[in-house]
C-alpha cells in the first residue's frame, strides 16, 4: 500500500507516524491501522522504538505490517 499526498498525490514514505512531501514541503500526519481490521492502533514508545498494538484481539504488529493513512480530522 501505498501513501500519497492528499495535495500533489506525490508518493511518500512514513517515518515514525509522519510523512514529509518534497514538493509541499510540508509533513502530513499520519494514523496507523492494523492490517487485519482496519482499526487504529496503539502506538507504543520506549527506549527510542515505536511498536505497535491492536487492541481489537490482533496483538503485536509488525512496522511492516502496519497500514498508514493520511491523518483524517
Same mark, same amino acid.
Given at each position: 500500500?501505498?501513501?500519497? !499526498? $492528499?495535495? &500533489? @498525490?506525490?508518493? %511518500? #514514505?512514513?517515518?515514525?507516524?509522519?510523512?514529509?512531501?518534497?514538493?509541499?514541503?510540508?509533513d502530513i500526519?499520519?494514523?496507523?491501522? !492494523? $492490517?487485519? &481490521? @482496519?482499526?487504529? %492502533? #496503539?502506538?507504543?514508545?520506549?527506549?527510542?522504538?515505536?511498536?505497535?498494538?491492536?487492541?481489537?484481539?490482533?496483538?503485536?504488529?509488525?512496522?511492516?505490517?502496519?497500514?498508514?493513512?493520511p491523518h483524517?480530522?
Amino acid at each position: 500500500m501505498s501513501i500519497t !499526498c $492528499p495535495d &500533489c @498525490h506525490a508518493e %511518500l #514514505e512514513p517515518y515514525n507516524g509522519v510523512a514529509h512531501c518534497k514538493n509541499c514541503n510540508k509533513d502530513i500526519q499520519l494514523d496507523a491501522l !492494523c $492490517p487485519e &481490521c @482496519h482499526e487504529p %492502533l #496503539e502506538v507504543l514508545k520506549a527506549c527510542g522504538a515505536v511498536d505497535y498494538f491492536c487492541q481489537h484481539g490482533h496483538g503485536l504488529i509488525s512496522k511492516k505490517r502496519v497500514e498508514f493513512v493520511p491523518h483524517q480530522p
